[in-house]
């Protein structure tokens, strides 16, 4: 079999049948067939993503707020022809800090994540700015979160140069963050990769830099939202 072909099992991308049981068997697994009607796949398809996404977003709320900071979830912005929502946001007024997140759960298009964090990283600070009564932010900290998953490493790995230019910062910031001492200056576009379901003492979650070698946590989407349905 081609490396592509395996990629492309890999991202969960359509495959033969004949690849399929090829690679179970290289894997020692057993291939299980699923007829269903595609219509229904897609719904559960979106409904496992939301699942998934929204127990990241849960995790950052819940430990921002710990440390005492607000919290806005699916706030909203427009600027001209640019509008989306922004995934998870806290900010400090006395500080004039402002923290962006934009939780990914994986990466089928890297230009349209591109596209839809460099308009955020541009354009919604000086909305959440009006919105909470502030002239400007004096430090301002936008981070890409993705999942700590097979499936987002390989992407990393493969895209590495692309993501770097996009996220070009150390985490120091969203450390701080994480720790309840937001910067007090600076803008910074960073990259984390965090698991939602860590427990104990294990790390929630590690930069760039360490996601080029660090072993995953979890295969895919699909293998935490099974957890995630299971645990719930």
């Not at 067939?33 to 398809?45: F, G, N, S």
């Not at 022809?81 to 400090?92: I, M």
């Not at 230019?165 to 576009?189: E, N, V, Y």
């Not at 960073?190 to 070698?213: H, I």
């Amino acid at each position: 079999m081609s490396r592509w072909l395996v990629y492309l099992a890999e991202r969960g991308q359509p495959v033969s049948v004949e690849a399929a049981a090829r690679l179970g068997h290289a894997l020692g697994l057993h291939l299980e067939v699923e007829l269903v009607d595609p219509r229904r796949r897609t719904i559960a398809l979106s409904r496992q993503t939301d699942l998934v996404h929204s127990a990241m977003g849960e995790l950052e709320a819940r430990h921002l707020r710990k440390m005492g900071s607000p919290v806005g979830l699916d706030e909203p912005y427009q600027h001209y022809q640019f509008a989306g929502r922004a995934d998870v946001v806290s900010w400090n007024l006395e500080e004039r800090a402002l923290l962006h997140l934009e939780n990914r759960t994986r990466f089928p298009d890297i230009q349209e994540m591109a596209g839809a964090f460099n308009s955020k990283k541009a354009y919604f600070g000086r909305v959440m700015a009006d919105r909470v009564g502030l002239r400007a932010w004096a430090s301002e900290t936008h981070v890409v979160v993705a999942l700590w998953s097979s499936e987002v490493l390989h992407a990393l790995r493969l895209r590495a140069e692309s993501f770097r230019a996009i996220c070009p910062d150390p985490p120091t910031a969203f450390h701080d963050w994480w720790i309840g001492s937001p910067p007090s200056a600076g803008r910074t576009s960073a990259l984390v990769v965090l698991d939602p379901l860590a427990v104990g003492r294990q790390r929630q979650f590690v930069g760039f830099n360490d996601a080029m070698t660090v072993r995953p946590r979890h295969r895919d989407y699909a293998d935490v939202a099974q957890r995630l349905t299971h645990e719930g």
